[in-house]
């Protein structure tokens, strides 16, 4: 995009930043991912005064210190495309907080300009701003807006335009704050050695250099190292400090830096910028009396476990009703394509390759709506934010952080969720080892896909004990996933854990609108990433359980039993109407001799049979359909697959038909109860109403509880479906982490699998 003036918008998370850029660009804006990573790189277009002005949409930050992508990639966006102007907008309730961001842009020198947004907030919770005095100051442009109406981000662009004018062509003016007699003779030498060797100084202030070293900022000593010899001995510098700083004070130089810039900040604050009415100032805000509740020790977690339960309940109990409507839909295309088509492959393609494929995908559209729903209220009430709080001391024990609670949760961490929205959620984590490690164990939680088999195989074999066991399956799925992370994090993905300070946002009253499009984006999201995709895995599937077909000979042998059965059938009507007319013959039929199997009866050729009856000889060809059917999936590609996998599988309980399931398992979750289904020649079954399959694996000796309870935990914690492989390489930014995971969590589910299979079979044999 070419413009004239070149603007920056920086701001913290949540501060109304992304909507003062949408206000100034409206569509004339441009989205897409900077090179490598996967933050957005969002620019737009507006024109003020006449002027047309390039907006670049900076990721949220809390600082410019690179301890995440976010940061690296805002600080990169400032040095080296050198925007005109930067306006830093703050939330004018927590200007302190907010004020920290800003201090490290003066101090990087480039021209600044504040937006006190959300003043309105601010102004009802007592607080009161002297903007001019607070812009005396600082030096720099400062104006009060509300972004979300609109008000003040006018005259708060051209005042930024204005003072970057004032600043054009002139270099760069650095803050210069004191940082204690411990550290500033330490910046003093490191400056002058900078200076001295041009070290980084062609887009670094020096001072700004010696601080990220002392910060131990590591994106910073990267660039240095291939700068030069000087980097070892800064690098060196800063590492003595340390160990004075820890010796003395018992802290470390981030934490000293901090201090006083927050300091500097107070300072500007006590100054008359900052006042509270004296009435409020004696009261909670609404928020902290709230959070005393919430956040309790002992309410907090309790309140917090309730609130999920009822998300859980909520979903379940009213997306029954949406979900049926689904699939009354698919199944009423089913029968329109089955009527429309003739028999052949490509009916069958389309029917059981495409619609059912689909229709299994979108079955779960509702619930995972809705869950949705709820959960976008939650994050905008601003309530998640105090889940993941209560959750950091705990997921730090494992690796993790606070908020990694998030992705979890999204996942399935209360059932029903999807792993693919699950793993992009962990871009809110600063930490590239933390977030690392929670891309590579949320796919262990109960996501929606999984509950079709774990209901499935539980009103089987665990009937009496439904609620229990699907409890302990969402238990074992968190558990893996903490205890994996903390194994992670011990050896693959070793690392101190980042500092970060977590933000509360106070409550707010979620907006209908708002809770709409966060619900509309990521359910969009799920249908288009995982649907599409669902949609080519089943064609395939379908060929490899369709390919290669029976040869000649062996469905020759199928049509001679038919035959057979069918001259029977004659002969027996034949007599019938003989002997006892045609009123009778429907009867004699019914009571001929048999062997005929359990199956749905047909309508015999000229008759009705007996409605109460099944017709023995209908039976029998239905038996001899099955098992050419039967005969010819064990033929076919993905039958063979299943057969040779069966010597290793054999020791979880998995026999070939299962084998089939699972293989096609990998590429979507959603495909192993219509593949079973398959795999007992029932035709495509129903993911949500498997109740023929339940019959026929109740019947099969093979399946026990040990082994329903052996495939339950393979199922719940092997490899990802294919659509959350490639979320995995998206957001790792590396097909390797994606592999890894892969071929790691279907070596852990399948020990575990094997474990619970021998244990429990030894157990119901008495030891």
Known sequence: MSANVIVALAGNPNSGKTTAFNEYTGSRQHVGNYPGITVEKKEGIARVDGREVRVVDLPGTYSLTAYTQEEVVARRVLVEDRPDVVIDVLNAGALERNLYLAV???ELGIPVALGLNMIDEARKQGLRIDVARLSQLLGLPVVETVARTGEGLKDLMSAAIAH??????TPWKPLEISYGPDLDPVIARMVERIEAARFLTDKYPARWVALKY??????????????????AELEAMAAEVARHLDATLNSYPEAVIADYRYGYISGVLRQGVLTRHDELSQRLAASDRMDRVLTNRVLGPVIMLAILYGIYEVTFAIGEYPMGWVEAFFGWLNETASAALPDGLLKSLVVSGIIDGVGGVMGFVPLIMLMFMMIAFLEDSGYMARVAYMLDRVFRMFGLHGCSVMPYIVSGGIAGGCAVPGVMAARTLRSPRERLATILTAPFMT??????VFILFVGVFFAEQQAQAMFALTLLGWGMALIVARLLRSTVIKGESTPFVMELPPYRLPTLR???????ERTWQYIKKAGTVILAISIL???????????EDKTAAFEEQRAAITAQKEAVEAAAQQEAGPEASGEAVAEAPAGAADAPAGEPAGEEADDEEENPFDAQL??????????????????????????????????WRTNIALVGGFAAKEVIVSTLGTAYSLGEVDAEDAAPLAEQIKADPHWTPAAAAALMV???????????VVAIKQESGSWGWAIFSTVFSTILAFGLAVAVYQIGTSMMSGG
Do not use: N
């Open 622 to 655: 239905a038996a001899i359909d099955a098992a050419e059917a039967a005969a010819g999936l064990e033929y076919s590609i993905a039958g063979r697959v299943g057969v040779a996998l069966e010597s290793v599988t054999r020791v979880a309980g998995f026999d």
């Open 104 to 106: 490290q842009l003066m």
């Open 214 to 231: 002392l910060e131990s900022d590591e994106d910073m000593r990267t660039l240095g190292r291939a700068a030069g010899p000087l980097s």
């Open 541 to 551: 599937l379908w060929a490899a359980m369709t390919f290669p077909q029976l040869p």
């Open 714 to 724: 393979f199922v719940l914690l092997y490899a990802p479906c294919f659509v959350t």
């Open 164 to 169: 970057g004018d004032a600043r054009r062509g």
């Open 514 to 520: 708002g809770i709409l499009i966060h619900t509309w």
């Open 447 to 452: 996501c929606g896909a999984k509950l079709p």
